[in-house]
């Protein structure tokens, strides 16, 4: 689902060409593999071992066949003076045949056994620095990718890359190996008949090479259009609640409809292709077996050649373009592979703004001094967010910000959390630029609770948890009893063990909150930061989250971001943000005395609302 037309173009493109740069992300993606590289010799060996055992069960089956014609069997030479030595009876031979069987059991299983420990082990730490990478990445990374993208990449890319580590690669060498041993061999048997076989194989390779080549076209366009018709239905399926309270159940059935039938038609082409493909191959392919046998005959009535040579020669020849065939497939798999590396790398080459590591901060005083901040984003530099913003905050004081939507309230809690760099002015911490601080001290020393609480699926246990990691059963339930959240944890009959998230049980926006609050209580921070906090809550609710959150705030400092007025009545300060402007700043008694002030205004529309 995740897979794009761009990825696709992508891919192409990565197929084409084996560029310089290609190579050498690729191998850089290979040095993952350098502490397996025991496995991966071992398992070449195998590789070898097994290569050779199965090169010689034609030469010993055609051997059975040479006693079948009461001739003796010279293993390697023509006569008895050069061979290395001579079988005169079949039971030797199948006794042979059933060593080289067994040697080719083994050497098989140990080689898939050590390529995949190799691979596997490679591959799960590889996708463990991807991961690392990317969950210690600075916020904007996140802006611009997309997060289907990134998941693929941990996904897809990997898997292509198991596949090139685990088998391409070894079946790669195996089918060199075969294409060298077994040509040489072919020539060895009869020179004149291979030039036959040179003659007249080839060009049937590259007519059903090209033809090939648009097959797949035909097929990667169909895919696309599957693609098209596989996002109706995800869309549709997601959004059903909509489909089905806007009627439009006959639209959405025609829509896919629509996109099905294309679907239909390009399949049809493409098996149109497919199938002149196949005729091709067995009249051309048969065409030309007819003729060698013709060919072959011939030899074997001038004599020079003789019917195990003859059967060894077939034999052999099936390997070698067994060999060219799975050559060029898994060329192909290598690229995509390398294809890979490439877009794993671009990740990993990032520079990580956090690390992996147990926090142990020293605590903050929790003093906050906004200095002459200037902000726009990185995505949108031309337009400017904030402005000439100036505000301290004591250590234990509250402040909240109001202004309507879209003055840049958020963006100021989201500088403090060092979620962008700065463009102009500088944030202070307990006096000390905040930069000065470790990047992760600095986040451990505030908690937030968000307007759009997300939930881990897990426990309601865990959900609190999150707030502190070690947390003891007794700190949890203080903590929800602070939130007052307890009232109705204990009403699921599994309480704090009940199951929440995409998977569990749905809370409501306020229960929500409650977790969140309470898992702000747990880590104990110096500062706090309320972003709309109870926005979407009744009255009720309001009630309950608002005593919990005033439980919360004691002896921290507080920065509330509030579109409802009521809750910040008794805040030490309010500004008010206009347009990315400190518009106003002051208690809620001097403000709302304040004829025309953007605060007043809004406390009287409020009021006249309610
Ligand atoms: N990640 C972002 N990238 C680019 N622009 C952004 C980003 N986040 C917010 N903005 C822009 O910055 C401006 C301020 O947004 P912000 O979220 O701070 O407003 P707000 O005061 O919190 O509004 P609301 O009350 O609706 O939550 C808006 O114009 C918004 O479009
Ligand atoms: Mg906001």
Excluded at 151 to 178: G, K, M, P, W, Y
Excluded at 198 to 221: H, M, S, Y
Excluded at 282 to 294: H, M, P, R, S, T
Excluded at 564 to 589: F, Y
Aim: with cysteine; hydrophobic share 45%.
């Amino acid at each position: 689902m995740a897979r794009s037309k761009s990825d696709d173009a992508e891919e192409i493109k990565e197929h084409a060409k084996l560029s310089k740069s290609t190579l050498n992300t690729g191998l850089k993606i290979f040095s993952y593999t350098k502490p397996y590289r025991t496995y991966y010799i071992v398992g070449m060996f195998f590789l070898i071992l097994s290569t050779f055992t199965v090169m010689g069960l034609p030469y010993f089956l055609t051997g059975l066949t040479e006693l079948a014609l009461n001739k003796p069997f010279f293993v390697l030479g023509k006569n008895a003076q050069d061979a290395l030595f001579i079988i005169n009876d079949k039971f030797t031979v199948v006794k042979i045949l059933m060593v080289i069987l067994l040697l080719q059991a083994i050497a098989s299983f140990l080689r898939v056994y050590t390529f995949s420990q190799a691979t596997e082990r490679t591959l799960a730490d590889l996708r463990g620095a991807i991961y690392n990478k990317i969950i210690t990445l600075p916020s904007p990374f996140f802006e611009n990718n997309r997060i289907g993208e990134l998941t693929s990449r941990l996904s897809s890319d990997v898997s292509n890359l198991q596949e090139v580590l685990s088998i391409t690669i070894a079946e790669f060498f195996r089918q060199i190996f075969t294409f060298i041993i077994g040509f040489g061999l072919v020539l060895f048997i009869s020179w004149k008949l291979m030039l036959w076989v040179l003659f007249t194989i080839p060009p049937l390779v590259i007519i059903a090479f090209f033809f090939g080549k648009k097959i797949k076209k035909i097929a990667k366009e169909t895919q696309q259009i599957l693609a098209k018709s596989g996002i109706i239905v995800e869309e549709t399926f997601t959004a059903i609640a909509m489909v089905k309270a806007y009627t439009n159940e006959n639209f959405e059935s025609k829509r896919y409809k629509v996109a099905i039938k294309e679907v239909m038609k390009r399949a049809m082409k493409s098996a149109i292709f497919r199938g002149s493909f196949i005729s091709f191959i067995i009249v051309g392919l048969f065409g030309i077996l007819v003729f060698l046998a013709w060919k072959a005959t011939g030899y074997v009535q001038t004599g020079d050649l003789n019917i195990s040579d003859l059967l060894q020669f077939v034999f052999y020849s099936i390997f070698i373009g067994g060999s060219i065939a799975g050559l060029g497939e898994n060329y192909g798999r290598i690229m995509l592979g390398l294809g890979a590396t490439e877009r794993i790398s671009e990740i990993l080459e990032y520079e990580s703004e956090t690390q992996i590591r147990v926090i142990n901060p020293t605590k903050f005083e929790g003093k906050i001094e906004f200095k002459e901040i200037s902000f726009s984003y990185p995505s949108r530099p031309e337009l400017p967010v904030l402005n000439e913003i100036n505000f301290t905050v004591q250590p234990g004081q509250k402040i909240a910000l109001v202004g309507s939507s879209g003055a840049g309230k958020s963006t100021i809690i989201q500088l403090l959390l060092r979620n962008y760099p700065l463009n102009k002015g500088n944030i202070l911490i307990d006096d000390k630029d905040f930069t000065a601080y470790d990047i992760q001290d600095l986040r451990a020393n505030t908690a937030i609770v968000p307007q759009e609480v997300i939930l881990f699926g897990g426990t309601i246990r865990d959900n609190i948890c999150y707030g502190k990691l070690d947390a003891t059963d007794e700190e949890i339930l203080i903590a929800a009893k602070k939130a007052n959240a307890t009232e109705f944890i204990e009403r699921f009959p599994e309480g704090l063990n009940t199951l929440v998230g995409e998977r569990g049980l749905k809370l409501s926006g306020g229960q929500k909150q409650r977790i969140a609050i309470a898992r702000a209580i747990l880590r104990d921070p110096a500062i706090l930061l309320l972003d709309e906090a109870t926005s979407s809550l009744d009255a009720e609710s309001e009630k309950l989250v608002q005593s919990a959150l005033n439980a919360l705030m004691e002896g921290r400092t507080t920065i509330i971001v509030a579109h409802r007025l009521s809750t910040i009545r008794n805040v030490d300060e309010i500004i008010v943000i206009d347009h990315g402007k400190i518009a106003e700043k002051g208690t809620h008694q001097e403000l709302s005395n304040k004829e025309n002030g953007i605060y007043n205004n809004l406390l009287r529309l409020q009021f006249s609302v309610n």
